[in-house]
């Protein structure tokens, strides 16, 4: 079992940074790859970014390559998502998720935090 909370949500102007957090606790958090996704209400939750055990790779959609950039830190069980340049269409309800299995599918969720840009 992973336990995870998000927390960094707002509201920020069309232009303007987010950073978004999420801690997590259970399993050991260097033994899994960790994620982000978001969800828009009446649409399927999609892939943000990724990033190994190790940091060593990350994956990120077309559509924040080179805005946003997924970090994390063993020791303290965290991973991060520095969020610049942000858009109205970046509005979205963020998760964090673990993939244990890494297999490339998540296996457990945090609860998420909105993300809201105004125009």
């Known amino acids: 079992q992973v336990q995870m909370i998000e927390s960094g949500g707002g509201l920020v102007q069309a232009g303007g940074s987010l950073r978004l957090s999420c801690a997590a606790s259970g399993r050991t958090f260097s033994s899994y790859a960790m994620g982000w996704l978001r969800q828009v209400p009446g649409k399927e939750r999609e892939f943000v970014a990724r990033?190994?055990?190790?940091?060593?790779?990350?994956y990120y959609a077309d559509s924040v390559k080179g805005r946003f950039t997924i970090s994390r830190d063993n020791a303290k069980n965290t991973v991060s998502l520095q969020m610049n340049r942000l858009k109205p269409e970046d509005t979205a309800v963020y998760y964090c998720a673990a993939d244990v299995n890494s297999d490339f599918a998540y296996d457990y969720w945090g609860q998420g935090t909105q993300v809201t840009v105004s125009s």
């Open positions: 990033i190994s055990r190790s940091s060593s790779s990350t």
